[in-house]
């Protein structure tokens, strides 16, 4: 993903960024999900990683 994006900005586009963490239902202080949405020229490209 991160070398994607860096690709994005070289080839002059602009790139927004939006990370969503999520929680485990137990409460443990450790997160278990995280929802990247880059935005690309105003196009939406979605990243979902899970642990």
Sequence with gaps: MERYLAGELKA???VNVKIDVGYPANGAGRPNLFVVEAT????????????
């Design 40 to 51: 690309i020229n105003g196009k939406i490209v979605p990243f979902r990683f899970t642990q």
């Design 12 to 14: 002059g586009k602009t």
